[in-house]
Each structure stands twice: as C-alpha cells, then as structure tokens.
C-alpha cells in the first residue's frame, strides 16, 4: 500500500506558479514522490496539468494515480514511450497524446504549450517524468540546453514546471544545471536503510 | 421473326422499307434506276452555292420514320432548316441538330468571354462567381465524336444526313475524321440506313478526297459552271457501287414546287 | 463580401505562433513572401493559417491554389480548429483554384507566353483591388511557373506581380515546392529567380535526428526588419503552427 508524503504536501503550498521545482527520488520511490506531488495539485490546489512521461507508458500511471484517488481527469499526457512498442497506443483514454521518441524534445515542448492554449485551468502545471529517461536517448549538452529552454519557458507562461530526476544516474552537467535554474528542490533521492 | 438480330431487323420493317430507299427527288429516282439502296453511304462533293445544302434537305423529306431521321447541320440553325423545309412543303417533323449553334454557344461563347475578361478585368460579381466555381467546366468539346455517336445511334432503316463536313476538317485532324466516317459507314451498312455526307472540295485535298470516295458507296459531285453569260449547276453520279450504270451527268433547276429537278444530258447518236 | 476598413499598419502581424516574435513584429507591410521547402514541411498550412489570422481581424484575404483543387484543400483543412468554413461562405476568405483561373482567361495552352502573363497578373490584381485584399496566398508558385517558358518571364511575372500587389497593400505569401537536396545548400527557388525577387523567404524543411524528420522553419531572408535566423523546430497542431527554437546538439542538417 503506497503512503503518501504529506511533506511534499506542506512544501508545494509555499510554490508560486512561475517556480521550477527540482525533484529528486531514488529508484524505489520515483512513484510514490510523482503521487504525493501530484495529489495536492490535483484535489487541494485544483490545477490541471501536461504529464510529459519519458520512463513509463501514460496508461500506467494514470491506472496507478486513479488507484490512490488522484483523478488525471485534468491532466493530459505526452507519452514518450509508448510509440516504439507495438500495440503500445491502444487505449481507451482521450487524454493521452503520443510523441514518437524521446529524442523529440522540442514536440514535447510545443505539445504542452499546444494544451495550454486549447485547455487552460486557472493554475497549471508541467510534470517532466524524468530526465534519466530522456538521458537515454539525448546527449548531455542537448539534455541540458533542453532543460535551460524547458523550464525558463514555462516559468515565463507562470506554469510550475516539475522535473523529476534520479540524481546519482543523472549526467553531472545536467544535474548541475539544473541546481542552476531550478528555483526549489525536493529531495527524496536518500534512501536511508535502517 | 426477326432476320438481323443485332439491329432487330423484322420482315415487316424489311416489307415495309423494302431494298430500296427514295431520293427526295422522284426524277432522280428514275434516273437511279428506282432510288438509293438501302444501307448506302452517299459522298456529296460540292462546290461553294452549288445546291448540296438543299439537296440535303431534300433528301430527308420521303422521313419514312421521323424519330429514325435526322439532319445534322454544322453552319444553319433549327429555324433556317424548318424555313426551308416549310418553303417546299416538306415533312417537317425529322430531328435536327445544329452543331453550328452548340460551337457557338460552348466554344466561341468561352473564347469570346474569356477576351472580355482579358480586356475589362473582372468586376465583382464575376470574382464572387470565381471564388465559387470549384471546377473546371470540362464539357465534352468533341463535336466529331458527338456527331458520330449521333450517326450511329440510329436504329435500323434511317435516314441521316451530315451537312457539311468541312467544320471537322478544319478542327479535327483528317484522319480522326476518316476513321469516323469507316465508322459511320460501317453502321449505315448493317442498319440498313442511307447516309448522306456533304463536304465542299475546296476544303480537301486530292488524298482524302480519294480516301473517302473509296468509303462512300456513292459519291456524288455538285458544281456551278459559266456557259456564257448564264449560270448551269450540275449534278454528276461519279460512283455507285455494283451499279456502274447509274453513272451519269445532269443539269438541274431549282424550282418553287419541286426543289432540285434535274435534266439529264442525253446523247442522241 | 466584406472589404478590410480602416487597416492601417506598418506590419502585417501573421498571427502565428512564434512567427511574429522572429519577424520582430510581422512581415513588413505589403511585402512578397517566399515560403520555400520540400513537401510535407507545413508550407500549405502555414499559408493558411496567415489567412484565417488576417481574416480574423476582419481583413479580406485570397488564397490562390494551383497545386491541389480547391475542394481537396478545403476538405483536408477542416481538420484544423484554427479553421472556420464560415469565414470562406462569408467572403473574407476567397479560395480560388487556378484551373478554373486559367480556363475563364482561356489559357489553355501548354505554356504561357508574355501576353497570357499579363492577363495572369491582370486577373489577380483586379481581384486583389476590388476585393480589397490585404493578404495573399499563391500555392504554389512553382506549379505556376512550370507553364511559363522561359526564366526571363518567370522573373517578369514575379517582379511585376510582387510590385503591384505592393502597390494595393497587399502583403504576399508565394509558396514554393523545393527539393530536399536543395533545401540543404541555400537554394530556395526552383527557377533560380524566385528568392532574388522576393522580400523576404522563409524556409520549411526537415531535420534528421536519429532517424526521425523533425520539421523546422528558417526566416532566411526579410527586407525592411531585422529578424532571427535561428531554425526553429514545427509543430502542426490543430490549433495552427507553433514555433520554438531547435536544439543546437545532437541534429544534422
């Protein structure tokens, strides 16, 4: 049973909508750290949002965030992944769009600027699930560049953009990047073994 | 009982039409040795005035079957041939087709229209028009295929005349125009139809004249002569096939009552 | 059909996503566009898009098509939300097929000689001053030039047609079909003379990135502005086309 980190809660709600959020998790807790952002934004500060998933096909996460009670209703998914399995974008929900590969950074861009114009809520947010994904398939100087132009972009629209990364496999210059540019930082990269 | 399955031909039709069919000109009957076979290809080379046009009309007046009988005119309207037709007393109730008309109407029509368009631009009205027509009025241009097909529709024993050719001589190319006379021909004989075909011979040269008096079954020549101060038109059978007895020359006078009469020039020994 | 009142600027702002930004504002009043690229880069909807802005703002724009029917286009241009029928059923779109163009000034022959040209470009610009259109597409220029025999008419017809268009206030979008081989080494006419005449020329074409084709666009050219020349990366959403700048790694071409 997943629970849920009521810190991550207490620390969002001192974020303004121009702020980029660094979010650090280890291998284990990447879900569980992507829930508990997610479910105050969605059921206490009522915003909608764009889900760029980079890791993991868009059906899964929206049946694992509907099991804990976080509707993705207002919540529209770039899927990344799911185009290079076979079968892969058969599914029943209208809220998932698909780019083909995660080397096509700036479609994700324009795609979540593309929802924003067509979908706004009062406050919105962007989720970027992960960097260590993208870290696959773009090299490093890209990576970073993309990051620079990704978060600076929506900070200048006032969307929270969230960035989600597993810092010790993260290439260092991407990781001091964004140190750099992001303006607040949750870390549950540590997981301390008692 | 029918004989000629494809054309449906019945001995009642074949009692009633019989082998031969009339000129529109009883004298020329005579002459013809009792009229024009049924199933003959008629060649009328002309010169300009020389009386081929009325002859054409005339030619269609017996209109054994109205709906079966047909004057196809490049260069008069419906109303100048019913004149004519009315003129003499005639049967008056063949089809006509004035192709003259319908090129004025759909080509020279768009080329004059597209000259005004050229010159004075286009006001708003047309451009509201322009803006609405999505397609290109691509209608069918092709009177010598439409002409053909016209020929060749008709049912058995008709009766058919195409005055005159040279409009196709001078818009189509010469052998299209022959290959659609092969055609016309070729129906005519298995309809057991008469098909009269006018073409000036000023208009042609030696090589299709000769082509297509080899197509005709009959080739007929209509000339206008100067003997002395007067005027003599006359009318020479050049051809008629299996029957080179009917080769001949006359004279002919128009009159009121009769139309074309000819007079034939006899040799007295 | 409605005429545009009272539209003065010394932009035309296209309204598209992006564009704007690189042109510093808008493509300078009444100036002839070049949007060159190989097929498939979004030229077409690119054009048409700066229509429906322009109509948007109440100005009467025409589009001319000589590359698919008029019907075809706006079959395949419904798709768009950026898109309503009801501006062309209300006149302040007017889409013209140039078979039917050419049919009405009876230049049916095979190629074009001085006298149908100025008939051409006589027809367009009497449609452009009684209309009162302030902006103009051509797709494409290319289909059209092919009638026309010889290059010294092709840059006749272009300088004459861009200098009167000028003249009524019109500003002009000539789309330009291109190779992908050319497209790569800074030739963006398919007759030579194209890009000489224009005002300015932007560029449509794809990248390769690790075997995908990324659009982007290029503002080569533009006189009277300064403007970016960074390629930027397309995206042809229903909304229209939206603009960002392309990554400087990890892309060849």
Known sequence: MIELDQKIAEQLSDVGLNSSMQVRCGTSNSFTVTAS??????????????????????????????????????????????????????????????????????????????????????????????????????????LAEYLHTFVNTFRQREVLSVIINVPDQTPPGVLANLDLYCTDLIDRGQIVIN | MTINTKFDISREDEQFFGKMGSFGIPKFDKIMNGGVPRGFTILALTDPGAGAELFAKQFLSPCEEPENTMYISTNETSEEIMQVYDKYNWLNELQIISIGSEYNNRVLGKELQASK???????????????????????????????????????????????????????????????????????TQMARGILLLCVSTDSLDTSIEREMSSIADMVLTFGVHMIGSEFETRMIVRKFRNAPENLSVMTYRVTPEEGITPETVQRIA | MESAAGYVRDRCVTGIHGLDEILRGGIPYGSTVLAAGSCGCGKTTLGLEFLVRGAENGEACAHFTATEPSVKLLDNVRQYDFFDMRMVDKGLINVFDMDVLYSWLGLTKATFDLGDIHALIKAITDIVNTIGVTRLVIDSVTTLCYKIQSEQLIRDFLFTLGKKLSTLGCTTLLISEITSEKSGVNMWSSFGVEEAISDGIIVLGDVERMGHLLRFLQVVKMRGTSHSRAKYAVELTSIGVMLTPMLKWGSSG
């Open chain 2, 117 to 187: 368009y050229r010159l004075e631009g286009f006001n708003m009205n047309d451009i509201q028009r322009l803006s609405q027509t999505r397609f290109v009025d691509d209608e069918t241009e092709d009177f010598l295929t439409e002409m053909a097909n016209t020929v060749m529709d008709r049912g058995p024993f008709f009766r058919c005349a195409v005055e005159n050719l040279d409009f196709f001589f001078q818009r189509y190319d010469k052998s299209r125009v022959i290959s659609m006379l092969r055609m016309m021909q070729a129906h």
């Open chain 1, 37 to 142: 952002i997610l479910n105050p934004l969605i059921n206490v500060f009522e915003m909608g949002g764009v889900y760029i998933s980079a890791s993991r096909g868009a059906n899964e996460i929206i049946e694992g965030l509907e099991s804990l009670g976080i509707p993705t209703g207002n919540i529209q998914f770039l899927d990344m992944v799911s185009s290079g399995i076979l079968g892969g974008t058969n599914t029943e929900h209208t809220n998932i769009s698909y780019i083909d590969s995660p080397i096509m950074l700036e479609s994700a861009l324009l795609r979540t600027m593309y929802h924003f114009r067509k979908k706004l809520t009062e406050r919105n947010f962007v989720i970027l699930d992960s960097v260590n994904a993208l870290a696959i398939y773009n090299e490093e100087r890209m």
